[in-house]
């Protein structure tokens, strides 16, 4: 699948938009500054080009994909059957002054409406600078295990 096949999916399946809606966390793996995979969950958007997702640029995941922008994200739901996309791509930084809306929009998915406020200030008025991190995709697989399996 190439880049503009992955964005056609991305954008038009119904099982990836489905789960782009719910409130489900990615996983992002990523190589560490010690050479050894992690994954994490991460608050994240698909704005119709690139996953995006922010961190405060002190955490090691900013540092560890300057070392290697290679990284795999996977969401996925816990129902039967379990339906998920996975994605490999390569993540680029950019530092910016304050909280960027897409985290806080990324954010309100997990947080949820009622928790939202309260969540928004706390985190503006301790976070000054983040890392906003865009995932190009390069690779693209969906299952729902009904007609689409590993």
């Known amino acids: 699948m190439n880049y503009k096949e992955i964005v056609e999916t991305m954008n038009a399946d119904q099982t990836v938009k489905e789960l782009l809606a719910a409130p489900i966390p990615a996983r992002h793996a990523y190589i560490g500054r010690n050479r050894a995979p992690r994954a994490i969950p991460v608050s994240y958007l698909w704005n119709g080009q690139a996953f995006v997702f922010a961190s405060p640029v002190t955490w090691a995941k900013v540092d ?39 985290y806080v929009d990324a954010s309100r998915r997990i947080v949820g409406d009622d928790l939202m406020p309260g969540w928004e200030a706390e985190v503006r008025s301790k976070i000054h600078e983040m890392a906003l991190i865009t995932i190009t995709p390069t690779w693209l697989k969906v299952i729902d295990f009904e007609t689409r399996f590993p």
């Open 64 to 102: 560890a994909l300057r070392l290697n922008p290679q990284v795999a994200l996977t969401v996925d739901e816990t129902t039967f059957p379990p339906r998920s996309f996975m994605a490999r791509g390569t993540a680029s930084i950019k530092i910016v002054t304050g909280v960027p809306q897409d």
